[in-house]
């Protein structure tokens, strides 16, 4: 069964960097796409941030490109996203997500962790 589990979120000012971390559990997830999406409230989720499998070749929304940095940890099933010079239009709700590498669809997703900026 697979789980994902995200931590790290809280409130911050603005200016401000927290880091989630998102750990996997389930099956080997070193040649799967993990990535980063979030939801502010009365908006549709949206992409932030994936990193690929082997090569650890990332890619980034435009509105966080130069802030944010997805990384991973393959020994320990463990996904990163280190977030600097928050804003307040960061706030929303965090999920980390993953998918095969030959696969279309996000198939699996964490429960989500809160991330606040405040002005």
């Known amino acids: 069964q697979v789980q994902l589990v995200e931590s790290g979120g809280g409130l911050v000012q603005a200016g401000g960097s927290l880091r989630l971390s998102c750990a996997a559990s389930?099956?080997?997830?070193?040649?799967?796409?993990m990535g980063w999406f979030r939801q502010a409230p009365g908006k549709e989720r949206e992409f932030v941030a994936h990193?690929?499998?082997?090569?650890?070749?990332?890619h980034y929304a435009d509105s966080v490109k130069g802030r944010f940095t997805i990384s991973r940890d393959n020994a320990k099933n463990t996904v990163y996203l280190q977030m600097n010079s928050l804003q307040p239009e960061d706030t929303a709700v965090y999920y980390c997500?993953?998918?095969?590498?030959?696969?279309?669809?996000?198939?699996?997703w964490g429960q989500g962790t809160q991330v606040t900026v405040s002005s």
């Open positions: 997500a993953t998918k095969q590498a030959s696969g279309a669809i996000w198939d699996y």
């Open positions: 389930g099956r080997t997830f070193s040649r799967d796409y």
């Open positions: 990193i690929t499998g082997f090569f650890g070749i990332t």
